[in-house]
């Protein structure tokens, strides 16, 4: 069965660094998704990703995916306090299935002022 | 739209009781899931179904049962509870064929004692 392994586990950066969280497969993704999650809330779409190679950025978040389709990457710039929270990738085991994503043992952020 | 909405927020359980967790939505999505997420750990997939009438096993379905008679509502049912389902429970729902984005509800705190 396919694996997520998300790295670092926690992360506490001063505001204003940049930071980067990985996300690493054990099989070939075929759909990478990034999600938030705040302390005690349910999960935030953040972004979604498909081809080899493929970079998306949603304000001063960045996620790309390797072009062997096996890791990928969230990078923050220039750190905020909103940015605080869990940030767990989720995999989708076969392509365009969207039934039973797999997910990653998130990542804890925290921005220290 | 309310989105995903789950009830109840929070419940304390004694153990060999049973409950159910409801989840509504109003935004006509076929796929619904029900996961859990355990202290510091990722999301688990209990059940999910991709439109009314259809369900299927996930992960980690012992325990558990589920229904999907409406497109709206999505219950989870625990019978005979025990301490190992305590965990957090968090509805989700995709509309399958479009941007490929899930739904998450606020979830629901669940404690068996």
């Known amino acids: 069965s396919q694996e997520l392994e998300q790295s670092p586990q926690s992360l506490i950066v001063q505001e204003g660094k940049n930071l980067t969280i990985n996300c690493t497969s054990s099989?070939?993704?075929?759909?990478l998704y990034w999600y938030k999650q705040k302390y005690g809330e349910g999960l935030i779409f953040l972004m979604m990703l498909q081809k080899g190679g493929e970079e998306k950025s949603h304000e001063k978040i960045t996620a790309k995916l390797d072009e062997k389709k096996q890791q990928s990457s969230l990078h923050i710039t220039a750190s905020q306090p909103s940015h605080a929270g869990i940030y767990l990738c989720g995999a989708d085991p076969g392509y365009s299935s969207a039934s039973k994503i797999i997910f990653g043992s998130g990542t804890r952020l925290s921005i220290r002022p | 739209n309310a989105g995903v909405t789950q009830t109840p927020k929070f419940r304390i359980l004694k153990i060999g009781q049973s409950m159910t967790l409801q989840c509504t939505q109003d935004?006509?999505?076929?796929?619904m899931y029900w996961y859990r997420q355990d202290p510091g750990m990722g999301l688990k997939l209990i059940y999910y179904s991709v439109g009314a009438g259809i369900t299927d096993k996930g992960e980690v379905p012992n325990g558990y049962n589920v229904s999907r008679s409406t497109t709206e509502d999505f219950p989870l049912r625990l019978e005979l509870a025990a301490p190992s389902q305590t965990s957090v429970y968090f509805c989700?729902?995709?509309?399958?064929?479009?941007?490929?984005?899930?739904?998450f509800g606020p979830g629901t705190r669940l404690t068996v004692l």
């Open positions: 099989k070939t993704l075929y759909g």
């Open positions: 989700a729902t995709w509309l399958a064929g479009t941007y490929n984005e899930q739904f």
């Open positions: 935004m006509n999505h076929n796929y």
